[in-house]
């Protein structure tokens, strides 16, 4: 039988000591040679465009986890246009989309990583919308912002969630005949801008944060904005917010 002999302990400290210093000074190097500033050969783009097709409507469901969802409108023949922009190529997210009963159900589909799943990454999403189709828009946002200015889009419904960030919404030039809007938000500012020749009430769930009004009465419970014209459209908003200010103004 061969002998076993156990190591002598001081040269075991001692090899491991040594290894974490050559650890300790390799990674001192690489932090040093890394650059601060994203590297753009690592980072991936993305575009899109989305025809109309013989649709009648759309539903467009956009959850991110991280980043940034800006909504424009456009006169154009294409349902939607834009970019996507992440840090890195290779979880890259695109817009895939279904028809069923003419109805276009749009949402993201990005690749299934485990790595990315327990790091994240920021998704920044442009996105432009022509107002040829009726749309449902539902968008959520874990970490980051909401920026809307949709024009005339013909939105028929409007379902916004963030967990922390802010939320501009400007649906000034909106034409509907009605409107259903709910907005949640764990913390951060909202800012919504209305028509002013509509009806609109504004029902608020609120914990901190100051309200500044234009063009609305009430209390802290709900806001009304009223109009004299006899066919003026209505919209009902919901908002469920933990920190933040809210900002409620009519714009002509």
């Given at each position: ?127 432009s919308v022509h107002n040829k189709t009726p749309l449902s828009l539902l968008l959520s946002v874990g970490s980051g912002d909401i920026h ?68 609305f009465t009430g209390d802290a419970n709900g806001y009304y904005h009223e109009t004299h014209s006899p066919d003026a459209p209505n919209i ?17």
């Amino acid at each position: 039988m061969i002998p076993f002999h156990l190591p002598n302990l001081r040269k075991v400290f001692g090899w491991l000591f040594l290894i974490m210093i050559l650890s300790f000074g390799i990674g001192g190097v690489l932090l040093v040679l890394e650059p601060d500033a994203p590297n753009p050969a690592h980072e991936g783009n993305f575009e899109f465009s989305i025809p109309a097709q013989e649709i009648e409507r759309a539903r467009i469901n956009m959850a991110i986890d991280a980043g940034n969802i800006r909504i424009t409108g456009e006169t154009m023949e294409d349902l939607l246009t834009g970019d996507v922009h992440v840090e890195t190529k290779h979880y890259l997210p695109r817009l895939t989309h279904t028809i069923t009963n003419k109805t276009m159900n749009i949402a993201i589909d990005r690749p299934s990583d485990i790595f990315h799943e327990i790091i994240g990454g920021e998704e920044n999403w442009n996105v432009s919308v022509h107002n040829k189709t009726p749309l449902s828009l539902l968008l959520s946002v874990g970490s980051g912002d909401i920026h809307m200015q949709p024009g005339n889009a013909q939105i028929s419904e409007l379902a916004l969630e963030l967990g922390a960030g802010s939320l501009y919404l400007d649906i000034h030039e909106w034409k509907g005949d009605s409107l259903p809007i709910r907005i949640e938000n764990g913390a951060g500012d909202i800012t919504v801008l209305f028509p002013e020749r509509s009806r609109v009430s504004v029902a608020l769930d609120r914990a901190i944060g100051n309200v500044f009004l234009a063009g609305f009465t009430g209390d802290a419970n709900g806001y009304y904005h009223e109009t004299h014209s006899p066919d003026a459209p209505n919209i009902h908003v919901s908002i469920s917010q933990g920190i933040g200010d809210v900002t409620l103004r009519t714009v002509e």
